[in-house]
């Protein structure tokens, strides 16, 4: 179990962050190298009822904003993307944030609905067989529907999957996030990986189902880790990385299921205590229809047969005021590691 840091409560009024990312890309090689799209790519994140978000500033211009086949949108900053032999390009971006605590559905199973009360449009857009949710494989299907046949509610069957993932998988932390049938197969996975195996599980029952990445923020958050063979180092500062599934579950909605952050003995208990009401998880980014695992795959391969060493760095922390001066935490326990490279998040493909 990763991370259990549980800020107490804060009350009604909206927290205030700063969130700083720094990049630094070296050539340590002895001949050009051309930087990506994709390397210079960072997100804008989104804003929700609860959370907003603003890029305060960049030190390097950006050009242009697109939007991914899911909808994110993002900035690509305007460096010098050639880099000669021993040559360095950086930039540092600004955000503030807004956040405030949801409040939590009481989940009572006596008010759970059947799939009949899930909108048409929905299953349509969020049930899809993806390179990421490979629902229509019948290794998913069947499994899906064994668990849950008794089930008479999406409430049920969802608790049921949860269930069934908590008692079959152990938290492992991965480089880069791992296909379902791998998951499946090793009966281990860390946020990520664990979030995409239930939503492949949904899936296959037309139950819409999504990856949502965000930040996770905590000032006893402090960590530097190296990967990709060295070629990525991660440094963090009050903030990690973490990814939950969020599942359609009439008649509330969309729901957030986290399965790594909550400390939870069963699956409506853990539906019922997921971390995202609070306020210092922040959503980023949403997966449904794009090449996640994929197209990291594909870029962390890229990176490690060239000769570009990337810095990634990123700090957050609470900006205190006057009527609110002092913020408690409860540290539940630590786990083993952050919850998701950053790398993966930042140099997974994007598409104007």
């Known amino acids: 179990m990763l991370s259990l840091l549980t800020p107490i409560t804060q009350g009604e009024e909206p927290t205030q962050y700063v969130y700083t990312l720094s990049y630094i890309f070296e050539n340590r090689g002895t001949t050009d190298v051309q930087l990506t799209q994709e390397d210079v790519s960072i997100p804008l994140f989104m804003n929700t009822t ?5 890029l305060e500033e960049i030190d390097q211009e950006y ?5 991914d086949s899911d909808g994110n949108q993002g900035a690509i900053v305007g460096i010098n993307r050639l880099l000669l032999p021993g040559q360095e390009e950086s930039f540092t971006a600004k955000y503030t944030i807004s956040s405030a605590e949801q409040e939590v559905p009481g989940f009572e199973l006596d008010m759970a609905q059947g799939i009949e009360m899930i909108p048409e449009n929905l299953i349509d857009e969020y049930t899809l067989s993806t390179e990421t949710f490979p629902s229509e494989d019948p290794i998913f299907s069947e499994l899906a529907s064994e ?21 079959n998988t152990t938290y492992c932390s991965f480089e880069v996030p791992q296909y379902p049938s791998k998951t499946l197969e ?4 860390d946020c990520d990986d664990q979030s995409i195996l239930l939503i492949t599980l949904c899936r296959s029952l037309d139950i819409p189902a999504y990856l949502q990445v965000g930040i996770y923020i905590h000032p006893a958050i402090e960590e530097e880790d ?7 180092i991660n440094e963090a500062d009050g903030v990690g990385w973490h990814g939950w599934a969020m599942i359609y579950i009439p008649p509330w909605g969309w729901v957030p299921v986290d399965l790594t952050l909550a400390d939870s003995d069963n699956g409506l208990e853990l539906i019922r205590n997921a971390p995202e009401y609070g306020d210092n998880i922040i959503p980023v980014l949403n997966v449904s229809t794009q090449s996640y695992i994929g197209e990291t795959l594909a870029t962390r391969e890229r990176i490690i047969n060239s000769s570009i060493y990337v810095t990634v ?6 900006v205190y005021s006057a009527d609110n001066p002092f913020q408690n935490y409860l540290l539940l326990g630590l786990g083993a590691t952050l919850l998701i490279a950053i790398g993966l998040m930042f140099f997974a493909g994007r598409r104007e």
Do not use: C, N, P
């Not at 609860?50 to 603003?54: E, F, Q």
């Open 63 to 67: 050009r242009v904003r697109f939007i």
């Open 313 to 318: 760095s990123d700090e957050a922390h609470q």
């Open 226 to 232: 190296t990967s990709w063979e060295g070629h990525l």
């Open 186 to 189: 090793d009966q281990l996975g």
């Open 147 to 167: 668990i849950v046949s008794d089930e008479e509610t999406v409430l049920e069957s969802v608790t049921s999957l949860v269930d069934y993932i908590m008692d």
């Open 50 to 54: 609860w959370h907003t978000s603003k």
